[in-house]
């Protein structure tokens, strides 16, 4: 950087440090030289100036983690730890929906389909499932413990005991136990709760079809979800 002004300077000057012929500038000329010099020196040097200015403002800008998607995620899907990643990026206000921290997300279900890098945003994921397309949800009274359930589960609903041996009006034959799978793909859409006589009530979507047998069944047996591996 010397070099170079002190190279403009010689050029500016009519030398460049080596022998000429030529007649040297007179007073005024080179004094119309000089001011040439100095106007150029001080642009560059207010060049500079800004160029660090905005340099120290670019780093001292607040910034703010945000989780984005590590890999795309699909809509229905439950969000896991290792499909999410933190950025830091510039502070900005319309930002305070996102999640901040990746365990703020991880168990949601993802509402649309979210690309690869994408911010996560309270509107692409939220704590109840998507209902698939051709589904119902229907409320099911559990016979076993719902605490290991989270929301978004996929399980087996399974009658506790033969269904074609047992209709609401008789009591089924205890030696004749055994289970029986109603459906196979229910999805919990709601945390479980209970009735006021103890019961476990959990809501789960289901093919109609099959929401239809598990009404049956629970009129007259006990109905237990069973989680997959």
Same mark, same amino acid.
């Given at each position: 950087?010397?070099?170079?002004?002190?190279?403009?300077?010689?050029?500016?000057?009519?030398?460049?440090?080596?022998?000429?012929?030529?007649?040297?500038?007179?007073?005024?000329?080179?004094?119309?030289?000089?001011?040439?010099?100095?106007?150029?020196?001080?642009?560059?040097?207010?060049?500079?100036?800004?160029?660090? #200015? @905005?340099?120290? &403002?670019?780093?001292? +800008?607040?910034?703010?983690?945000?989780? %984005? /998607?590590?890999?795309? *995620? $699909?809509? =229905?899907?439950?969000?896991?730890?290792?499909?999410?990643?933190?950025?830091?990026?510039?502070?900005?206000? #319309? @930002?305070?929906? &996102?999640?901040?921290? +990746?365990?703020?997300?991880?168990?949601? %279900? /993802?509402?649309?389909? *979210? $690309?690869? =890098?994408?911010?996560?945003?309270?509107?692409?994921?939220?704590?109840?499932?998507?209902?698939?397309?051709?589904?119902?949800?229907?409320?099911?009274?559990?016979?076993?413990?719902?605490?290991?359930?989270?929301?978004?589960?996929?399980?087996?609903?399974?009658?506790?005991?033969?269904?074609?041996?047992?209709?609401?009006?008789?009591?089924?034959?205890?030696?004749?136990?055994?289970?029986?799978?109603?459906?196979?793909?229910?999805?919990?859409?709601?945390?479980?709760?209970?009735?006021?006589?103890?019961?476990?009530?959990?809501?789960?979507?289901?093919?109609?079809?099959?929401?239809?047998?598990?009404?049956?069944?629970?009129?007259?047996?006990?109905?237990?979800?069973?989680?997959?591996?």
């Amino acid at each position: 950087m010397v070099t170079f002004f002190h190279d403009l300077s010689q050029r500016l000057q009519g030398t460049d440090g080596k022998h000429t012929n030529r007649a040297p500038f007179s007073a005024p000329r080179r004094r119309r030289r000089n001011a040439q010099l100095h106007r150029l020196l001080a642009s560059l040097c207010a060049g500079l100036a800004i160029f660090a #200015a @905005l340099q120290c &403002v670019r780093l001292t +800008i607040s910034t703010q983690s945000v989780v %984005i /998607a590590a890999k795309s *995620i $699909a809509k =229905g899907g439950v969000i896991s730890s290792d499909s999410l990643a933190l950025r830091d990026i510039p502070y900005d206000e #319309a @930002l305070r929906s &996102v999640a901040h921290d +990746i365990d703020d997300a991880v168990g949601l %279900i /993802a509402q649309v389909d *979210i $690309a690869e =890098g994408s911010i996560v945003t309270s509107a692409m994921a939220r704590a109840s499932p998507v209902v698939l397309k051709g589904y119902t949800t229907v409320e099911v009274r559990l016979a076993s413990s719902a605490d290991s359930l989270t929301i978004g589960d996929t399980v087996t609903l399974s009658s506790a005991t033969m269904f074609s041996e047992a209709t609401p009006e008789t009591v089924p034959d205890m030696d004749a136990v055994s289970l029986r799978e109603l459906c196979t793909g229910a999805i919990l859409t709601a945390k479980p709760s209970r009735n006021a006589d103890g019961n476990t009530l959990a809501v789960f979507a289901m093919p109609p079809h099959e929401a239809a047998t598990v009404l049956q069944a629970q009129e007259y047996s006990a109905i237990i979800a069973i989680v997959g591996s």
